[in-house]
Nanobody
Framework: TQILVESGGGSVQTGGSLRLSCAAS????????MGWFRQAPGKEREGVAVIGPGDIAFVAASVKGRFTISQDNAKNTLYLQMNSLKPEDTAEYYC???????????????????WGKGTLVTISS
């Protein structure tokens, strides 16, 4: 059974930082690109960041310069370092494995294979 488990969410004030982690198991981690997407109440799913072979990373314009995606292949673990957080970053954040190793919007739209149950990030002003 393929499992992705996110952790690290929480509540912080504007300007704060959080680091999300995602532990993957039950499949060959290196077979897919990994990424993060988020979904706020009443809004559509939004791709945030993607990382592919060779640790090539793609980050959405809305978070560029503030969020960094990374991975530890030996631990089958994906990370998202989030700095300078804003209230508009408030959402449920999901870790996912997919077949599209390119911009986060395409990652979410095409070929998602597995995703976790999410971790909630709340930013207060």
């Amino acid at each position: 059974t393929q499992i992705l488990v996110e952790s690290g969410g929480g509540s912080v004030q504007t300007g704060g930082s959080l680091r999300l982690s995602c532990a993957a198991s039950g499949y060959t981690y290196s077979m897919y690109c990994m990424g993060w997407f988020r979904q706020a109440p009443g809004k559509e799913r939004e791709g945030v960041a993607v990382i592919g072979p060779g640790d090539i990373a793609f980050v959405a314009a809305s978070v560029k310069g503030r969020f960094t995606i990374s991975q530890d292949n030996a631990k089958n673990t994906l990370y998202l370092q989030m700095n300078s957080l804003k209230p508009e970053d408030t959402a449920e954040y999901y870790c996912a494995a997919g077949q599209t190793c390119s911009d986060p919007a395409a990652f979410v739209r095409y070929g998602l294979r597995y995703w976790g149950k999410g971790t909630l990030v709340t930013i207060s002003s």
